[in-house]
């Protein structure tokens, strides 16, 4: 029986990895690197921004200023608060589900609560959110996924992980959780399942109509 679901938060719930990207790309064309949004979404998935930046600096000489990340958190900010939206039909999922669900984000706590809150959903929630703030390690280490199931008392039978990137899936994987893969989102291109089933997904649900497919399959309660 399906106790529980852990929901991914961007790019799962909210349509929000599209708008860090156009983000970020703004600014790295602003410190002389051009890059479209295909390569950048296809060569990046989930990765934190310090990651992403080390990666460029190393493999095309970027360098940026101190205030780097204080200029993308304001982006990111602006963009969320124009831009922001659910992915289509998730709104819809989530609030019907009667299986409880929390979300395992490596984003933080306020930034989850954040997204919920602009698009509705906030009150939907009827479990706990579980962020990389938490654990020593974020993903795609399993910590913040071990951290989830302590929490909540689950054992990893007892629950399915719903993730979007391919360091999520290795993060649930790691920590022997089922997973279904998300293409969704705006920010997902073609190729994409297979990085997901490379990385362990056990499903893959191309909108919100397959995942509710899926969590029937598995017992959820709706």
Known sequence: MLKHILFDNDGTIVDSEIIAVRSTLQ???EHGLTLDEQTYSKRFPGLLERDILAILKEEYGVEVGP?????LRKLHHDGFAQNLRV?????????ALRTPRSMVSNGSVRHVEYCLRR???????????????????PKPHPDV????????GLQANDTVVVE??????????AAGIRVVGFLGAAHIHDGHDE????????????????????????????
């Open 27 to 29: 600014l790295l064309k």
């Open 67 to 71: 205030d780097y990340f204080e200029r």
């Open 87 to 95: 992915i289509p039909g998730m709104a819809g999922l989530f609030r």
């Open 119 to 137: 698009v509705r959903l906030h009150s939907a929630l009827d479990g706990q959110i579980f962020s990389a703030e938490h654990v020593e390690n």
């Open 145 to 152: 996924y071990k951290y989830a199931l302590d929490q909540l």
């Open 164 to 173: 979007d990137s391919p360091t999520g899936v290795q993060a649930a994987k």
């Open 195 to 222: 990085k997901l089933l490379e990385r362990g997904a056990d499903f893959i649900a191309a909108d919100a109509k397959a995942l509710h497919k899926i969590f029937v399959q598995l017992g959820a309660a709706f």
